[in-house]
């Protein structure tokens, strides 16, 4: 049987009887005459109960009431008075004149009421009281339709959805793993999956061509607003694509999203990773910022007097600068030299641009040529911000940002960019070469070749509006090529056998080439909701230490458990 949903109940029900289920939302008694509203998940309505006395005639006492308690109401719609009318919610024109109800359940006072703003640990404790609040719940009805237009989207394309281990062996994302230590085998654990990556490969080599998957992922990392221990991943992955076809695959899938969300998105534009870090300073470039990009002024002051710049161009820095239109205050420069020494910049220099007028404490110290052509590098009036030292590019990139945000230069809307061709290595601290995405990553260009460790991969990640919704790329499908970029990375061939060797044979014996992408579904869904924190998309997330207020979990287990599993905590 079809519920009926409260938000529809219109004029056009008037003097209809119907029943409804849900919990009183509030309750105003007016002396002879009680007001109540019912919630469901489909809305709100107001109740009118005749009389409040004891026996008001409609099957109970309705002076029992009270907020949170679970009815069932039977009555009949009528229009309220014209001065009555409440214009905030759907059904404000009517209300439901209760003939018959019944109290299916009753409630405790409760420690806070569905919407009421309380703080984190309260709220997860009792989730089950903040998610009956209308907003918690239009989040979990948007999850379920972002969901199902996946499923059928990916359904109807041919993709069949896989479901892979949850308990398997440690997978190289880069994150720390939970672990699962298994009673079968004393001493050894499976690792939760940071990302179903290699199964789905071995999809592709068992001939599955087209794979989907929505599923969770678990990484133990240190918790942001954007990152929770457990969250959803829309996987996929394709045989016999190239990158444009898997692009095209998942860009059609975005647009069919924001379109079911009445949202406009403009055809994505296509970057370049290096690109992208050198005008935004990032590969998540914003492009609704609507200020200067980053322009690089190294040579114009290598020779230079002002030795700040030219001392540090000498020690090998790059000049990064970019200009923010609009008058700044004094109050306000000063705060962005701050900034610029919390984002940890040794020091920002401004100069202000007006006409052809260049003004800044240093100036005096610019030569004429030096002057020209920072004018002629950036065009129009403002302030241009410059800083060389430490990772310039980026330091500036985040500086950027910073004042676009406090002066109100963002564009209303979605900016969405495909970055793509990031290098296939980085160094990491130790000067050993680490996978920019993951190791299974394609490059572009010959691997055996002197200058492999510099190549480019067939990747590509989406960011909408400075934040990255999703990334995937081509994969290597021949294992000579991948024991290659094992060897680059100094993994030994034992480790590496140790490790990835199901992979190595998967791809020893007949593995198609593929490529594929796989969205964080929690973030896509705060973007499309216009909302801060992948918390409230997700209906029982984690505490900013990884923890359940609501279960306890993580919790301490039985000896017992402990003795089956062949373990001894730290303290016996
Ligand atoms: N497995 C990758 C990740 O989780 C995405 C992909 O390359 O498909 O980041």
Known sequence: MEALSINSINAGYENRDIELSGWIDSIRDHGGVMFADLRNRSGKIQLVFDSSGKDSGCGGDAAALRAEFVVRVRGSVARRPEDSVNKKIPTGEVELKVSSFEILNGALPLPFYPGEKVGDEAALKYRFLDLRSPDMMRNLEAVDRLMRITREYFSQLGFWDVPTPMLTKSTPEGARDYLVPSRTKPGSFFALPQSPQLFKQLLMASGVERYYQITRCFRDEDLRSDRQPEFTQIDMEMSFAASSDIMETVWNLVEKIFTAFEHKLPPAVLMKYEEAMASYGSDKPDMSLDTGLLADITEIFRKSEFKVFSSSVEKGNKIAAFLCRGDFSRKELDDAVEDAKKLGAGGLVWIKKGGEELKCPVAKLFSDDEKNALKEKFPGDGVIFAGSTGDSFA?????????????????????PVWVVEAPLFEKNSEGRLQAVHH?????IGDIFSDEAASLKSHSYDLVINGEEIGGGSIRIHKAREQIRVFEL????????REKFGFLLDALSYGCPPHGGFAFGMERLAVKLLGLDSIKDVIAFPKTQNAFCPLTHAPDVVSKRQLRELGLKTADE
Request: glycine share 14%.
């Open 489 to 496: 990375m100094g993994i030994s061939g034992n480790e590496y």
């Open 439 to 443: 190791p299974f990553t394609a490059p």
């Open 395 to 415: 330091l500036m990139g985040e500086l950027r940002k910073i004042l676009a945000l406090r002066r109100g230069l963002k564009k209303e809307g979605f900016f």
